[in-house]
C-alpha cells in the first residue's frame, strides 16, 4: 500500500464516527490532548513501581519536557486481567512499545504525565527482553 492509499484509509469508531487511521493513532510527542481523539504511543522505559503500580517514562519528550505514563496501584488492583500485565511488567526488557486510548494528560512545569482511568485503555508490548544492563 503506498502513502497515498494508507492516508485514505478509514476507521470506524464508536461514538465517535468515521476517522482516518493515521489521524487517530499519534506518537506521543504529536499528540495534542486539547484536540485529538485517539491513541497516543511511544517507546518507554518502565522506570518505577507503586506496589502494583506502574510508571513509563517515554523516549520522546512533550514541548521539551520530559513525558511519563503513571497507573495507579489501585486501579491496577481493581483490574480483572491484571495478572496480564503484571506478567509484561515483571519481564527483564527495558524497552517498551505503549499504546493508550484517550488518556487525561496532566501537564507541570518540567513534566506531562499520562494518566489512564481503565486499563482497557492501554496495550504495552514488551521489546527487548533481556539483560538491562546492555
Same mark, same amino acid.
Given at each position: 500500500?503506498?502513502?497515498?492509499?494508507?492516508?485514505? !484509509? #478509514? *476507521?470506524?469508531?464508536?461514538? !465517535?464516527?468515521?476517522?482516518? #487511521?493515521?489521524?487517530? +493513532?499519534?506518537?506521543?510527542?504529536?499528540?495534542?490532548?486539547?484536540?485529538?481523539? @485517539?491513541?497516543?504511543?511511544? @517507546?518507554?522505559?518502565?522506570?518505577?513501581?507503586? @506496589?502494583? @503500580? +506502574?510508571? +513509563?517514562?517515554?523516549?520522546?519528550?512533550?514541548?521539551?519536557?520530559?513525558?511519563?505514563l503513571y497507573c495507579d496501584k489501585k486501579l491496577m /488492583?481493581?483490574?480483572?486481567?491484571?495478572?496480564?500485565?503484571?506478567?509484561? #511488567?515483571? *519481564?527483564?526488557?527495558?524497552? +517498551?512499545?505503549?499504546?493508550? *486510548?484517550?488518556?487525561?494528560?496532566? /501537564?507541570k512545569e518540567e513534566y506531562v504525565t499520562y494518566e489512564?482511568?481503565? *486499563?482497557?485503555?492501554?496495550?504495552?508490548?514488551?521489546?527487548h527482553v533481556g539483560d538491562k544492563s546492555n
Amino acid at each position: 500500500m503506498s502513502d497515498d492509499e494508507f492516508k485514505k !484509509v #478509514l *476507521l470506524n469508531v464508536k461514538g !465517535v464516527g468515521r476517522v482516518l #487511521l493515521y489521524r487517530y +493513532f499519534k506518537p506521543v510527542k504529536y499528540y495534542n490532548y486539547d484536540k485529538h481523539i @485517539g491513541v497516543a504511543y511511544g @517507546g518507554a522505559t518502565l522506570v518505577k513501581r507503586y @506496589g502494583k @503500580g +506502574f510508571k +513509563f517514562k517515554f523516549y520522546d519528550k512533550i514541548k521539551d519536557k520530559q513525558a511519563y505514563l503513571y497507573c495507579d496501584k489501585k486501579l491496577m /488492583e481493581s483490574y480483572r486481567y491484571r495478572n496480564y500485565i503484571e506478567s509484561i #511488567l515483571t *519481564l527483564d526488557c527495558y524497552y +517498551f512499545n505503549v499504546y493508550i *486510548l484517550a488518556p487525561k494528560v496532566n /501537564e507541570k512545569e518540567e513534566y506531562v504525565t499520562y494518566e489512564i482511568n481503565s *486499563l482497557k485503555n492501554i496495550h504495552i508490548i514488551a521489546r527487548h527482553v533481556g539483560d538491562k544492563s546492555n
